[in-house]
Structures are given as C-alpha cells and as structure tokens.
C-alpha cells in the first residue's frame, strides 16, 4: 500500500471507485445490455422470420402463377376445341339446310311436274271433246240428219283415233 501512496493513489478511494465499478457495470449489464441484447435477438428472430415467410409467399405466388397459366392453358384448349365444334356443328347443320333445300326444291318441281302433266291431260281431254263436239256438228251439216248417240259415239271414236 505504499507503492500507492508514493504514486499518488489513495488505495481507499481506488477501492471505492472499483466497487462503484463493479456495480455500475452489474446494474448496466441487467438493466441496459441484457434487455437491449434480447430486443435484439427478438427483432432479428422477427427479421429472419418474416424473410422465410417472404420465401414461401414468394414459392407460393410461383405456383399459382404456373396454376394459373396451367389453368389459362386448359382454357384456350377448350376454347379452340369448343369452337371447332361449333365449326363442326355449323358445316353440319348447313349441309342439312341445303339438303332440305334440295329435297324441298325436288318436291316442288315433282309436284310442278305432276301438276303440269294433270292440267296437260285435263286439256288434252277438253281438246278432245271439243274436237268430237266440232266433228259431231260438221257430220251434222254434212249428212244433214241428226245422228244417234251410238252412232255419234263411235264415228268420233274413229275420228279421234286418226286424228
């Protein structure tokens, strides 16, 4: 302790400040730098956490992404295939219009032709019957005597057949 007294140092007083030392040390150790340490650990255990989190929204945002492509995908196939068919179903139901058509077209012209061929007898017959009418009503003025109705019939029977 002379040592100190001959350097200056009060050996007492020296103590006193390594106690006050020792105690402001303990004091900031578990009210400053503990607590302090712990935030810190906290913030960084909070930092790390949300990076992973980030990691997986960002994987989970990937696969929705290739989801929804995949499900864009599958769309644009059943699109283009629905439209073929409709394509399809349209040529079909075409072709099936312009046949109708056709048979409609065939109808009418058979039945134009049926009805033609009707009207053609029809006049063929009043033709006839005129002619016999004329025929009867010139034998009559030739002959000059009115004619029985069998003989009438078949001199115009002969007359038509000749004719």
Not at 100 to 110: L, M, P, V
């Amino acid at each position: 302790m002379e040592l100190f007294a001959k350097l200056g140092i009060d050996w007492r007083l020296l103590i006193a400040q390594l106690v006050n030392f020792v105690i402001l040390f303990t004091a900031l150790t578990f009210l400053l730098y503990k607590p302090l340490i712990a935030a810190l650990d906290k913030r960084r255990a909070k930092i790390s956490e949300s990076l992973a989190n980030a990691e997986k929204i960002g994987e989970e945002l990937k696969r929705a992404n290739a989801e929804s492509e995949r499900i864009v995908a599958a769309a644009r196939a059943e699109a283009s295939r629905l439209s073929a068919e409709a394509a399809k179903q349209a040529e079909a139901n075409r072709a099936a219009a312009v046949e109708k058509t056709r048979t409609e077209i065939s109808d009418i012209i058979a039945s134009g032709k049926a009805q033609l061929a009707a009207e053609r007898d029809a006049m063929t017959a009043e033709v006839r019957r005129h002619a016999a009418e004329l025929i009867a009503a010139a034998t009559e003025k030739v002959i000059n005597e009115k004619m029985t109705s069998a003989k009438d019939k078949a001199l115009i029977e002969k007359a038509i057949e000749t004719a």
